[in-house]
């Protein structure tokens, strides 16, 4: 009986050990990666012209701390990165690019992701939405650097546009 009960208390530990590491994996390291920040931030402009209009980007960071349903672990307060490149003439915005990446840069660390799109935004004539969700768990009211890479369609060329200090804000 007592061999059975430390069998059982070892199965016990085991999986709430893998469980936290699983959970450790989640959370994750933000890579760095100084070589990809140097290109980037060499490489990329506030303002990008393509099919002759002038596209900025503007950002939305935050990550949600409202309450929900259920124990806090359950809710993700991960960084989302909502983002829009504008044609700052305010015209209907060029469909001669692709965005393939996005980077969030804080410090030496640098976030990097596929954004989605989401086809039901409202998003007006002059402007394209794209959205990266789960990203770092950095503190909110820091600055970071966001860059996404573009490719013209008119050339084929890859360019990169940045909003530099960008906050990260808390919804509660």
């Known amino acids: 009986m007592k061999k059975k009960c430390i069998i059982a208390l070892l199965s016990i530990l085991t999986m709430a050990t893998n469980y936290a590491c699983q959970e450790d994996d989640l959370e994750g390291i933000i890579p760095t990666d100084p070589a990809l920040i140097e290109k980037l931030y060499e490489h990329s402009a506030d303002t990008l012209k393509i099919a002759s209009q002038q596209l900025t980007l503007e950002t939305e960071l935050y990550r949600n701390f409202t309450p929900g349903i259920g124990p806090i672990k359950e809710k993700n307060r991960r960084l989302i990165a909502p983002i829009w490149i504008v044609n700052t003439d305010s015209t209907v915005i060029t469909q001669e690019l692709t965005v393939s ?13 596929e954004p989605g799109t989401n086809p039901e935004n409202s998003t007006p004539e002059y402007k394209s939405f794209f959205i990266s969700k789960d990203g ?26 940045i909003a530099r200090n960008q ?5 509660q």
């Open 101 to 113: 990446n996005l980077y969030v840069i804080h410090q030496h660390q640098i976030w990097t992701s």
């Open 167 to 171: 906050m990260i804000t808390k919804v």
């Open 136 to 161: 770092p768990e950095w503190e909110t009211g820091i600055s970071v650097d966001v860059v996404i890479k573009i490719t013209d369609l008119t050339d084929n060329n890859e360019k990169y546009l």
